[in-house]
């Protein structure tokens, strides 16, 4: 009998450990579409934080990775690292340097930001303009066209996919970056503000 209540017992803490693991997997709540107006007050955000995951398909290369991206007033660092933080590569960018370091000891600087972030890639993804865009603005030294779910933008069609919340303000989850050429897909895991 008091075998048979143990049992018992340990069956029904295993369902309630597997039924709470389910909390960890769930997705944020979808909110309304993306809106620019509900997002104009983020260009005063002066010091914001991402960590995700970030996929880039071009016509003859693809590749995907977890990202952790700080912006600061004047700095960018963004990481970029395989399953487990394994390859990690660092860029730092700043007053028109960038510095990527790939984990080997021999970091390489440039004044040629874009050009020089490009070539380490392999494919040309304007990082510059991405600053914005993954907050959910358009750059404001460039015109833009608005869409249902994004805009356009120096030849880039940005589209939030789905938006969260984030303390009060609406935040992108599901974002992509098209042009004719490379497709960037970017989902945020988690936003600090």
Not at 47 to 69: C, P, V
Not at 123 to 134: D, G, I, K, N
Not at 179 to 187: C, D, R, T
Request: glycine share 8%; hydrophobic share 35%; with cysteine.
């Amino acid at each position: 009998m008091l075998h048979s209540k143990t049992r018992l017992i340990l069956w029904g803490c295993c369902v309630l450990l597997l039924s709470g693991c389910s909390f960890f997997i769930v997705e944020p709540t979808p909110i309304a579409p993306y809106s620019k107006t509900a997002t104009l007050p983020l260009y005063k955000l002066e010091q914001w934080s991402f960590e995700g995951r970030l996929s880039i398909t071009g016509r003859t290369d693809s590749w995907t990775a977890n990202i952790d991206w700080q912006h600061g007033f004047d700095k960018e660092k963004i990481k970029l690292s395989g399953p487990l933080g394994q390859g990690a590569t660092h860029i730092e960018l700043g007053k028109g340097v960038v510095t990527i370091d790939k984990g080997d000891g021999k970091a390489q600087t440039s004044n040629q930001p874009e050009t020089f972030i490009n070539q380490q890639l392999g494919l040309a993804v304007p990082v510059q303009s991405l600053r914005y865009w993954v907050i959910g603005l358009p750059e404001p030294t460039q015109n833009f066209v608005e869409t249902e779910t994004g805009f356009k933008q120096a030849g880039w069609l940005i589209e939030y996919k789905q938006m969260q919340t984030v303390k009060t303000t609406a935040m992108p989850y599901k974002i992509n970056v098209t042009n004719e050429q490379v497709k960037l897909k970017l989902i945020v895991d988690e936003w600090l503000l």
